[in-house]
């Protein structure tokens, strides 16, 4: 990863603890109100849902879990997967029943707690987490670019059509991806330097 990556999860970090504090303020009710009012009912978003459900999740790790093993027997990397979605998944559990707010009330709404958006949250840690290891093995600069540029993209409709379909609110949105960016950044921080003290012994 480039080295601006890491200071920029201390940044999202700040932005979520920003928006955990600030939520119920009059300026972030306004701005939920307005992405609502901007998003609800997007046909073209509202189905992006879909590739931030569990399952779908759990495939798309499967898959890059026998990339990683028939690739390079890559076991760490399978190990950084299972913290990032994993690990990642479950933070976000404990950080909704911390925070227990409700979600947008509409009907037939969701029961559990909507602080921060799960889809947006671990959308974010698949996806980057299939966009880092694909970009490992990349030698083209264009095609590194491209596969990142993809990720973010995937990672932003997938947390967009959350707003589209009402089941959360734009803060809820926000501070998943922030929080799953800042656990990214953590896990990669640990990935690269375990990788890094491997090198030095073989040397």
Not at 125 to 136: C, G, K, N, R
Request: hydrophobic residues 50%; positive net charge.
């Amino acid at each position: 990863m480039k080295k601006w990556f890491y200071p920029l999860g201390l940044v999202t970090l700040l932005g979520f603890t920003t928006l955990y504090i600030t939520f119920t303020s009059e300026e972030m009710v306004q701005l939920d109100r307005k992405m609502n009012e901007l998003l609800n009912g997007n046909q073209f978003i509202a189905p992006f849902h879909y590739l931030g459900e569990p399952k779908f999740i759990v495939i798309m790790m499967l898959i890059l879990f026998a990339y990683l093993w028939i690739h390079s027997k890559n076991y760490r990397g399978m190990l950084f997967g299972l913290f990032t979605v994993g690990v990642g998944n479950v933070l976000n559990q404990l950080l909704k029943k911390w925070v227990q707010r409700a979600r947008p009330d509409i009907p037939n709404q969701l029961e559990s707690f909507s602080f921060p958006s799960g889809h947006a949250m671990v959308g974010l840690l698949y996806v980057f987490t299939i966009a880092y290891f694909l970009a490992e093995h990349q030698s083209n600069k264009k095609i590194r670019v491209l596969l990142w540029i993809g990720a973010l993209l995937l990672a932003i409709l997938i947390g967009l059509s959350r707003i589209a379909e009402s089941r959360h609110f734009a803060t809820d949105v926000l501070a998943g991806w922030m929080a799953g960016y800042t656990w990214f950044v953590f896990v990669a921080l640990w990935y690269e330097s375990r990788k890094n003290n491997f090198k030095k012994n073989i040397d």
